[in-house]
C-alpha cells in the first residue's frame, strides 16, 4: 500500500481545525462588535460568562481539535515513518477523522451533548486501536 495514503485523512483533520477555526471567529467577532464588549469582558473568564451556547461552542470544539487529534497526527506519522500504513490502519484513520467532523458539526451547531458524546467515544476507540495495534506490532 501507498504509505503517504495516511496523509489523506491527516491534512482533512487538520482541514477541520482551520474550519472550526474561522467560524469560532464568524461567530466570536461580531458578537464582540454588537455587544460592545469592553477589554476587562474579553478576559477568559468573563468572555466565557458572558458568552451563549452559539458563541462558546465553536470555541470549546476548537480546544477538542487539540486533545486527541495530537495524538492520531503523531501515529499517523509514525505509521508513516515506519512504512506500516495498511488498509486496516486507513479504514481506522478513517473512522476517527469522519466522526471527528461529525463531532465538530454537531459541537458547533445543534451540540446534543449525548449525540456529541457517541461520536467521541466511537472516535476515540477507533484511535486507541491505531495506538494499540501500532504498540504491538513495535513491541513485537
Known sequence: MEQTRIFAPFFVL???TIVV???MYVR???FITRNRLTPDQLRPTEFARLSPPE???PSDNLKNLFELPTIFYALALYLFVTKQVDGV???AAWLFVGLRV???AVHC???IVIVRFWLYAVSALALWFIAIRAALHTMT
Open 109 to 111: 451547531t445543534i451540540n
Open 28 to 30: 466570536r467577532i461580531p
Open 21 to 23: 477555526w474561522f467560524y
Open 102 to 104: 461529525v463531532h465538530s
Open 14 to 16: 487538520i482541514l477541520l
Open 89 to 91: 490502519y486507513l479504514a
Open 55 to 57: 458563541i462558546s461552542n
